[in-house]
């Protein structure tokens, strides 16, 4: 017991100073302009969980004894690379001075505690917000964070899922109407750019996933920069000849890192009249996942 709750009680002291609103709502609603704890993912707490499986867990994750040593070897390389980085480089890549002088150490054959590879350790952070509703449209969108640059750094994906159904709780066609992807790309904790994200097609008309370029090399260190932030906007809206009115719609959301690299993360959809979504590419984790029920009145974590 005590081996499965060390991951969580060390991000906890990690994320302790993060400041999350929390609001006491009627019947659980979440008003659109208001947000709940997101789902909080770290690189260094996933190897500490996927170590510290059992076998029966580590099968109900889809691993094997052999992927956890591939995602553990993967993580010290990454995190070596990273160590011998100029701290111009580390600076562009979202690193505080404290963090900068953890890697420093590191670098010069020092064992790191927990504690500070949780710090130098990638956090990412996934949210779901309603932007408008009425009984025939809806647009909404699923939003990712990383607190610095993660270690590893090929192309991640993002995605999102949705249906919609009606006062009698029976599903209804709500297709895409619009879609929009976004990746924020930053220099240290500074905006530098957006860009349009790649959609990946051929999926379902009620699914969207969006590939992330992670990291931009600049013409010296300091100009290096990391996609820090992204999101996937959706405006869905009734097929025609469909006469229901929209009551409310479930959405999901998932971020894909891909911690390997081997290929391009693919995804994975449930059953039609799920909203599931996973990426089922070998070395690409689902983090930061979400899901809610968005309706007229806001937005509902379930």
Known sequence: MKKQLLPMLLLVMLLGTMVVPAYAVDGGIINANMTNKPEIYNEYAQILEIRDATPDKLQKMGLTEQDVNAFEQNFKDSLLTRALQSEERLEALGYSSEEIAIFQKYAEGAELTSVELLAISGTCTGEISRHTFTDRTVS???????????????????????????VNGYSIGLTRANRVARIYYYKGQTYDHSTYATFQEKLDANTESALIPVYKVGAVPADDMYAKSGSIM?????????????????????????????????????APMAVSISYTTIGVNNIAGRQAIINASGCRYV
């Open 234 to 270: 959706i405006t869905a809206s009734l097929e025609s000849g469909v006469t229901n009115s929209i009551y409310y719609v479930q959405v999901a959301g998932i971020y894909g890192h891909n911690e390997l690299g081997i290929s391009t993360p693919s995804l994975s959809i449930s």
């Open 140 to 166: 909404f969108s699923y939003s990712w964070t990383w607190d610095k640059c993660p270690l590893t750094t090929t192309t991640d994906a993002a995605a999102t899922r949705w249906i919609g159904y009606d």
